[in-house]
């Protein structure tokens, strides 16, 4: 049992770890600081695009660990990591394509405080993006 506590606290620091970089990723690509957009501007558009990139990772995190924890704590965990950052670059990737695919910039729509569909359009764009990496990590 205490393998498995240090197991589930080791997949959830690599799992929260790969969030903080998929953030900073998103805030990368957008104006201005995401967090405060989110909390302090209350953009709903900010807070729907981190929210995907979030469930996003999370399912890629989930698929993963699901599908390689039989090969041993090591491998399971190096497969979290590599596929965690795939599925980020892939969203990154995804998020350009669909700004060079719009008009105007969507970085600056997903800040906009009043609601613009441009953010279920992106998050619909992040979950597909994630959803395609787990089918191919899946059996």
Do not use: C
């Not at 990737?93 to 970085?107: E, Q």
């Amino acid at each position: 049992m205490l393998a498995s506590i240090g197991y589930a606290v080791a997949y959830t620091g690599v799992g929260i770890l790969l969030l903080v970089v998929g953030a900073i990723a998103l805030d990368l690509l957008t104006p201005g600081h995401l967090a405060k957009h989110i909390y302090e501007e209350r953009s709903v558009n900010a807070g729907i695009a981190l929210a995907a990139g979030f469930l996003g990772q999370g399912a890629i995190a989930f698929a993963t660990i699901w599908t390689n924890a039989t090969s041993g704590f090591g491998t399971a965990l190096g497969y979290t990591v590599v596929f965690g950052l795939i599925g980020i670059a892939l969203q990154v990737v995804a998020f350009l394509i669909l700004d060079l695919l719009t008009p105007g910039k969507l970085g600056a729509m997903l800040m906009e405080v009043s609601f613009h569909p441009a953010s279920l359009v992106n998050a619909a764009g992040t979950l597909a993006v994630s959803a395609i990496i787990v089918a191919s990590i899946w059996p």
